[in-house]
């Protein structure tokens, strides 16, 4: 993260003020950075206005790999590759193929999906700044961080707000 980049924080002590002055910032056109809360808060997605996740479709995607993978496999294996005639049954049985193509569906949706979080999540070696620990969002407080490029928020503005909305307090963060 650049050294011009700071963060304003209002720090709250209840979860519906932090709900309204997240509505109120982003109606303002304030730019949230993010949002901290010891638990998570039902409508904060919507309140700081975030598009809806496509994590969803991306285990839909896992699934329906391991599905078509496993199909195939079973039905080349036993049809094609090394057919054997058991007592008269037919090479493609797919009720045989149940419980290994629904083993297979689950393991690469998890698998994928797993995947899918940690890149869209931005999880790993290149974390974002963090202000949790540094001001006790940890158990008790909720924090709402507004990004400032280059002193460009309007300072007066974002201190009343969060005021307005029942912040305990404000401050300026900036990451080293």
């Not at 509505?23 to 700081?48: E, K, N, W």
């Not at 079973?74 to 008269?88: E, F």
């Not at 994928?112 to 790993?124: C, N, P, Q």
Request: charged share 15%; aromatic share 12%.
């Amino acid at each position: 993260m650049a050294a011009d980049i700071k963060f304003y924080l209002g720090i709250f002590d209840d979860e519906h003020k932090l709900l309204s002055a997240t509505r109120a910032a982003q109606q303002s056109g304030f730019d949230i950075y993010d949002c901290y809360t010891p638990y998570a808060v039902h409508g904060l997605d919507q309140a700081m206005g975030l598009a809806h996740s496509k994590l969803g479709w991306i285990a839909l995607f896992g699934g329906l790999l391991g599905f078509v993978v496993a199909l195939h496999l079973q039905i080349w294996t036993s049809a094609y590759n090394w057919p054997i005639n058991v007592g008269g049954k037919p090479y493609i049985s797919l009720p045989a193929f149940i419980p290994i193509t629904f083993e297979l569906t689950v393991l690469l949706c998890g698998l994928i999906g797993l995947g899918g979080m940690i890149t869209l999540g931005k999880l790993g070696p290149t974390l974002r700044p963090s202000v949790i620990g540094k001001h006790g969002c940890t158990s008790h407080r909720f924090i709402l961080a507004l990004r400032s490029y280059n002193q460009n928020l309007d300072l007066g503005a974002a201190h009343n707000l969060l005021l307005h909305h029942g912040a305990m307090e404000c401050k300026w963060y900036e990451e080293s």
